[in-house]
């Protein structure tokens, strides 16, 4: 213990002022990587500490060998119901992260000028201090508004510690990269239609493919989703399970991913024509009747009657909060609207198609008006539109309808351009026409839960009580894109605009925790000039990125394999902790807390209250430990504290079939007697989203407070919408760009992180762009080939993949930046950031403001060789060779 | 004879390279060393109608083993379970053994100058574990077990797969044990 | 294949040494010419035979280990350690022999043991290559063409002493020129070396016509890519041009008047980069059947 605070001391008066790299890389070698005491300590015992990975948004279970206080090698947790023993090599390459040479290890503050690269180390104290009388005086100065706040949508310990801090703080402003652009469309629709989960394998749903000895599935569809590679380890491994027992499957994927290789019908879909490719499906299937009549009829609102001018649904009563109201349908016994008592009544015969005159008030079913909005997308028109074959179109539908139960999982893809909420709401719509819902062999399933990690699997309270009506108002983005509401987020490119045209208001500081935001957000250059405009910029993260060399404080926040967190995954629960601690890192849900602190000290009285317990109630008040708020789940969840849930887990809380609870909405509520229903008003599926109409107006059901309406009325139905950048016949744009760029994950990375893990590197040293050989050969491009690629917004280099898995109008990238380049001018994030090329402005989606990452037009060109200064061979990744380190205290500030 | 040896099931291989860094924590493989090795075979045909697959590539446990026979010193040899194995301490590095692998699947540390290959992890099996690389697998494709002995693992999901869809590198004399399964269904195996 | 730069220095100078050692004893002990080269040829045959040896452990993660070898009599590196051995032994004994003014019978003798040995390393160094997985070199026209390579080197490698032996003298005709003793030595070779050039042009055309048919073809060891593609200035212009057609040319001229065997000396160098070449094009032709990493 005495040398490691004697080498403290001494780096600190080694380091005073450095760059980034070089202070938090190789200069410690000598101070705390004590390699010795390993070899030299006698017979070590290696300890396997169960816990679970998060170096994806899926938490696959790990079993962690930990020798002298160091961890030496991890591998799959067979009892993780999910993944089943599995890692996958994000999580295997886990050592390399926690001990990475450049690991954020202190707090940092900058010296000398932004972006000159000077940092000095910090106590906590201090930077917490420095922080919070920052955020004070802006408050002050120019209101709460103009501090925000942002976060990364995966691999993100606590999703909700920010826009709790937000609430606290009086600042609507808090944005994700993610977000409209991932899985909101998803999470809204499917709560507003179904009240349930969404479709979404690599976000932890679609449970019913993950017990392949008990499911009479037949069909799965993946719509814009690659398992193998964005969830390889629990939802990869499961579907090929699933493959392997006969279960026939259909891929929607412009690019042939190993699931589309597999498929037994791919449609390699021109990127952001989904909505036109589902309405021909939900055309095809009302058309040849293929649908659920009897589900349909009686579980949706579709038979119900719906003013053609106003979009409302007919009412015979508004009910008391909680029992859904009676809505008209037309009987065709008596030729007459009738009102329908919830749940069914059967005298009445209710048409499922017709317009019909009710008191001089032109009204049609709900089908109806589906039926009519999908009319013009014939097989062929959709083959047109989506660059597909219409015979193989067909074959997928039939393969789907007529082999239930079975489901369509929707995946990102569609979330990643302006048609975003209506393709959820397309998928939605094909789930519940075919039946596919609640009941065994089908993806849309309300099991148990044990509640342990309650909110979207997270745990902290995002207590929006906390937030005042005024500061609601003043989101960015905010009144127009209401389906935000549900994440309770601001829009980025608002957040932006706002920063650079001073309008409505300027934002000032900026908190970040995540990883390297010019690798995540559309049009990253853009950022540029707002970053130079504002006051002050705090990033919390576990390495230095691009995005740090332009801040003025760093704060290292803990790798996975630090942090504590409850993890549910089917019927059991477990506990991701920690396997270790170094350096001064911290979990970040505990900084928030401890800036929150900070402001309340400095007077801040929403942030007083914030920590004041009989005020929180529910939403509990602000933390001082991790296991002060670890306990209240575990106690609730399981009855145990923390310490000792840790030891037990897994847990099963559940027998497996009873879990698996299939039909909850025919379960009779005791109360009255009746069908539960799904959790919506009505508590039918509503797939005529009369409710998108209401939210567009008002913001309810998510909003605390009424809010002024949207400038245009949210379509309750789902419609298509060309892309934008079209690469269609008369598109300007497409004469100079005439390709379509689209991105989807690779296996070994997330995000924007691991790009410093040499295991990872190693395998996948710099972005591959894929190209069709026919296109390639038009500008003289051979595979391997180093190619610019360029937008409208700017260029970028990758390297040539060329491929007959690809139209010949389409290219793939993903995301790439190189954090060996960091210290140079491109600060690493210039050379082959597929995100410089993305588009961040109108249109966006109409409901949640998405911008469009995928689907924009591009050129590529012939280029000399790589980018100046990036790392492509194994032997230059040795100076990213992980050097362990031992266990240090947690900070105490 | 007991001839231990590895089977990929292709059909269930997605391509996920998780079993490139099992392999390589497991073993401490160096950077720009490789033992096994995920490749992707095609796409082949022309869009939209075509093939593709992955080949995971180890040691195919060669019964009739060249890379020992043209060893010099005995350093690569085949244990008693017909597990072709390489004694680092008398490796010479000359390397011989590379040139007479068919399949290029050995590699040559620069560090310590000697051959390296994929070992089956026999330090796992030999504590009843499974390899790295099976263990680890999300598609659950890689099995390992005695090819001779009709009961073991490897052998019931050879049989279960049905020979037409057992597939085998081109053998030059060298008998490789290893086998891969792939139905035509989900791809043409191309030698 | 990368190219194994020592393995081909190695079987370059092995050949050298081997090809002028044999060369020599045919001339001087069964021919009974040019007596006055014995010792000099020698020295070179085993002084390029050692360099040979000391380039192939240059080749080795742990020469150290080298001893590990000798347990394993079947494989390559013994054959050629054990041959290289005896034939140096050899060749040490003919010194002696030489230097004692032994019988001629017991020069000739222990000149042919070596030069048998010296025929036998030839072929083992390039059999060495011979191996099913490398589907280029599987072919005993591959150790053939050591043979002829180490013939073609050794003929220039004499002609060259033969150069610097005798006197050229300027009064000489043609025609004494042709029944004198060392000019005679010199036709010799000469046509010696032709012959050897000739048939290393066939098992040139025997060698493409193996890579053509080989099974498991791929790109990597394809004739066009020797022909037409990537490596064809190395096969015509190191191969053929240096290797055939060069040195054919130069020894057509090598015993004219005051040249101080300037040609013979051009053509040896021809030859050895000839050598060189062929082995490289050797190893960027040996690719395996699959070449997975
Ligand atoms: N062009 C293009 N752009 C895209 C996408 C695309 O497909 N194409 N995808 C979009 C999508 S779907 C998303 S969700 C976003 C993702 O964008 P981001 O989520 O911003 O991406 P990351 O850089 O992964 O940021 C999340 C970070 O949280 C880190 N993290 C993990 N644990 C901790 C911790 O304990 N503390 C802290 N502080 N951090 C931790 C992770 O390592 C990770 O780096 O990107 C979007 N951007
Ligand atoms: N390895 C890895 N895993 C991850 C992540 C990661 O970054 N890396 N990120 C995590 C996160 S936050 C998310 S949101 C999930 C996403 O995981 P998924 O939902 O599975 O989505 P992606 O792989 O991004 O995209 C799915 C497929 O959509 C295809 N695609 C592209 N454009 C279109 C289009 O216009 N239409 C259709 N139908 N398909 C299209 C892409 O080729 C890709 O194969 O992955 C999570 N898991
Ligand atoms: S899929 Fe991979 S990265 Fe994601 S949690 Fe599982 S092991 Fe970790
Ligand atoms: S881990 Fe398994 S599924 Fe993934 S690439 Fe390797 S063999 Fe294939
Ligand atoms: S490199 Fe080592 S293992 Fe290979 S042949 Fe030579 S001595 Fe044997
Ligand atoms: S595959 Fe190669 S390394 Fe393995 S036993 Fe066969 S020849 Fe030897
Ligand atoms: S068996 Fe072991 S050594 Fe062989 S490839 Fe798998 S992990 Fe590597
Ligand atoms: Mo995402």
């Known amino acids: 213990m005495k040398q490691l605070v004697l080498n403290r001391r001494q780096f600190l008066k080694a380091t005073a002022v450095t760059g980034i790299a070089t202070a938090l890389g190789g200069s410690f070698k000598t101070g705390f990587t004590q390699g ?385 909420v209506q393709a959820a709401m397309g998928a939605g719509t094909l789930n519940v026409l075919m039946g596919n819902v609640e009941k065994p062999g089908v993806l849309m399933n309300r099991f148990k839960t044990s509640g342990i990690a309650p909110i979207f699997t997270y745990i902290v309270p995002p207590a929006l009580k906390l937030l005042s009506e005024e500061q609601l108002k003043k989101r960015l983005g905010g009144i127009e894109y209401k389906g935000l509401l549900q994440w309770w987020a601001a829009q980025p490119s608002a957040v932006l605009d706002a920063i650079l045209t001073g309008k409505p208001y300027k934002p000032r500081v900026w908190l970040d925790r995540s990883g390297n935001k010019f690798g995540v957000l559309a049009n990253s250059s853009a950022w540029v000039p707002a970053l130079e405009q504002l006051d002050f910029i705090v990033h919390m993260y576990m390495y230095p990125t691009s995005f740090s060399t332009y801040a003025d404080i760093l704060l290292p926040t803990t790798e996975w394999l630090e942090t504590n967190m409850p993890v549910e995954s089917m019927n059991k629960v477990f506990a991701r902790q920690a396997v270790t601690h170094l350096w001064e890192t911290m979990d970040e849900t505990l900084i928030w807390s401890k800036l929150a602190k900070r402001c309340a000290d400095l007077g801040h009285e929403n942030c007083q209250k914030a920590f004041d317990l009989d005020f929180m109630g529910k939403d509990l008040p602000y933390w001082n430990s991790m296991e002060e708020l670890l306990d209240i789940f575990t106690k609730s969840a399981v009855k145990m504290n923390w310490k000792e849930f840790a030891q037990k887990a897994p847990i099963e809380y559940l027998p497996m079939k009873e879990y698996k609870e299939y039909y909850v909405y025919k379960k009779i509520d005791p109360q009255t007697g009746l069908p539960a229903g799904f959790n919506t008003p009505s508590k039918k599926l509503e797939v005529y989203m009369e409710n998108m109409i209401i939210l567009g107006r008002t913001g309810k059901p998510f909003s605390t407070y009424p809010l002024p309406p949207a400038s245009k009325d949210y379509n309750p139905l789902p419609y298509f919408l060309e892309p ?156 990213w060779l992980p050097e362990p380190s031992d266990p240090t205290k947690e900070v105490e500030v | 004879m007991t001839q231990r040896t590895m089977v990929v099931d292709l059909d269930r291989c ?164 290893a086998r891969y399964i792939l139905h035509s269904k989900t791809a043409t195996w191309k030698e | 294949m990368n190219i194994q730069w020592p393995l081909v220095f190695f079987t370059l100078f092995i050949g050298l040494g081997c090809g002028t050692f044999a060369g020599s004893v045919i001339l001087t002990e069964w021919y009974g010419k040019a007596k006055q080269i014995r010792t000099i040829s020698s020295l070179i045959a085993i002084v390029s035979i050692g360099v040979g040896g000391v380039s192939s452990t240059l080749h080795l993660g742990h020469p150290e280990r080298m001893f590990g070898a000798l347990g394993h009599p079947t494989s390559g590196i013994f054959m050629e350690s054990a041959l290289s051995f005896l034939l140096g032994l050899a060749i040490i004994i003919y010194l002696l022999a030489l230097r004692r003014n032994a019988a001629a019978a017991t020069c000739k003798a222990i000149g042919t043991v070596g030069a048998v040995l010296a025929v036998g390393l030839t072929f083992v160094n390039g059999d060495a290559y011979v191996m099913a997985s490398i589907p280029a070199w599987n072919t005993w026209i591959l150790p053939a063409f050591y043979l002829t390579s180490a013939a073609v080197m050794g003929c220039f490698s004499i002609g060259v002493l033969l150069a610097h032996t005798v006197n050229y003298n300027t009064t000489m005709t043609a025609e004494t020129a042709a029944t004198t003793e060392p000019i005679a030595a010199s036709g010799m070779i000469k046509q010696a070396t032709l012959i050897a050039l000739a048939v290393q042009a066939v098992v040139l055309v025997a060698y493409l016509l193996h890579i053509a048919s080989a099974p498991y073809p791929d790109v990597t060891r394809s004739v066009t890519r020797v022909l037409a593609g990537n490596l064809a200035p190395l096969f015509w212009g190191g191969v053929v041009l240096l290797g055939l057609l060069v040195p054919t040319a130069l020894m057509t001229k090598f015993y004219t008047k005051n040249n101080e065997g300037f040609p013979v000396k051009l053509g040896l160098a021809a030859v050895l980069a000839a050598g060189v070449a062929f082995r490289a094009l050797m190893f960027l032709l040996g690719s395996s059947i699959k070449q997975f990493f």
């Open chain 1, 36 to 420: 010795e005491a390993v070899n030299s300590a006698p017979a070590a015992e290696t300890k396997i500490i169960k816990t679970n990975c998060r170096a994806c948004i899926a938490n696959c279970g790990v079993l962690a060998h930990v020798k002298n206080g160091r961890v030496v090698k991890l591998e799959g947790n067979p009892e993780y119901p999910m993944s089943k023993g599995a890692l996958c090599a994000k999580g295997l390459a886990g050592i390399q992260a926690l001990y990475h040479p450049n690991r954020n290890k202190y707090p940092m503050i900058r010296v000398g000028n932004r972006g000159e690269n000077k940092w000095k180390r910090i106590s906590w104290d201090e930077a917490l201090d420095t922080i919070a009388k920052k955020l004070m005086e802006t408050r002050e100065k120019y209101g709460a508004e103009t501090v925000f706040c942002s976060t990364g949508g995966g691999g993100n310990p606590e999703f909700w510690s920010i826009p709790r801090f937000c609430n606290a703080f009086g600042t609507p402003n808090w944005f994700e990269p993610g977000c409209a652009q991932c899985y909101l469309p998803r999470t809204l629709t499917f709560a507003l239609m179904y009240g349930g989960p969404d479709t979404s394998i690599a976000d932890s749903n679609c449970l019913e493919i993950y017990d392949p000895d008990d499911t009479p599935m037949k069909t799965l569809v993946m719509w814009g989703t690659d398992p193998s590679y964005s969830c390889p380890a629990g939802g990869g491994g499961a579907v090929a399970e699933l493959r392997a027992r006969g279960v026939r499957t259909v891929v929607i994927d412009p690019r042939l991913t190993p699931d589309a290789a597999k498929a037994d019908v791919w449609l390699p879909i021109r990127p952001g024509t989904d909505v036109a490719l589902m309405l021909a499906w939900t055309r095809y299937i009302i058309d040849k009747k293929l649908y659920d009549q009897d589900f349909v009829l009686k579980w949706t609102n579709l038979p119900y009657l719906v003013d053609v001018k106003t979009q409302m649904l007919l009412r015979a009563s508004e009910n008391a909060e909680g029992t859904p109201d009676t809505f008209m349908v037309w009987d065709t016994k008596t030729n007459s609207a009738q009102p329908l008592a919830y749940p069914w009544n059967d005298n009445l015969t209710p048409a499922l198609e017709g317009t019909f005159m009710i008191n001089g008030v032109e009204c049609k079913t709900g089908f109806q008006l589906l039926k009519e909005r999908s009319e013009p997308y014939t097989l062929e028109k959709a083959a047109e539109i989506c660059w597909l074959d219409a015979n193989k179109i067909e074959e997928a539908i039939k393969l789907y309808a007529l082999n239930s139960p079975g489901g369509i999982s929707l995946g990102v893809a569609t979330d990643q351009n302006p048609n975003s």
């Open chain 1, 724 to 879: 934008h950048e079209s690469p269609l016949e008369g598109s300007e744009l497409a004469k100079e760009f005439p390709l379509v760029m689209t991105n989807g994950r690779v296996p070994v990375y997330h995000h924007g992180t691991l790009r410093n893990v040499p295991w990872l590197r190693e395998i996948y040293p710099v972005p591959e762009i894929w190209i069709n050989p026919k296109t390639a050969a038009k500008y003289d491009i051979s595979q391997g080939d180093w190619v610019y690629v360029e937008s409208k917004r700017g260029k970028i280099q990758a390297k040539a993949w060329l491929t007959e898995g690809q139209h010949p109008g389409v290219v793939y990238m993903e995301r790439f930046w190189n954090p060996e380049t960091m210290d140079t001018e491109t600060r690493g994030w210039r050379e082959m950031n597929v995100n410089i090329l993305s588009k961040n402005d109108a249109p966006f989606n109409d409901v949640v403001g998405t911008y469009t990452l995928r689907g924009y037009l591009v050129k590529i060109s012939k280029a000399d060789g790589p980018p100046k200064g990036v790392w492509l061979k194994p032997q230059e990744f040795k100076k």
């Open chain 2, 14 to 177: 997605i391509g996920c390279k998780s079993c490139e860094v099992a392999c390589k924590q497991e073993n401490g493989v160096i950077l720009g060393c490789t033992w096994n090795k995920v490749l992707t075979v095609g796409p082949t045909g022309m869009f939209p109608k075509v093939e593709m697959y992955f080949l995971p590539t180890m040691c195919q446990e060669c019964k009739d083993a060249p890379c020992v026979k043209a060893c010099p010193t005995g350093a690569s040899y085949k244990n008693e379970d017909g597990v072709v194995l390489i004694d680092k301490e008398k490796c010479i590095g000359c390397r011989y053994c590379m040139m007479a692998c068919p399949y290029g699947v050995r590699t040559f540390n620069e560090e310590t100058k000697v051959v390296e290959k994929c070992t089956l992890c026999t330090q796992l099996q030999a504590i009843g574990e499974q390899p790295a690389c099976v263990k680890n697998c999300p598609a659950k494709c890689r099995f390992v077990g005695d090819i001779d002995d009709p009961n073991s693992d490897v052998s019931q999901v050879i049989q279960k797969a049905g020979s037409e869809n057992v597939h085998v590198l081109p053998d030059v004399g060298n008998h490789p044990s």
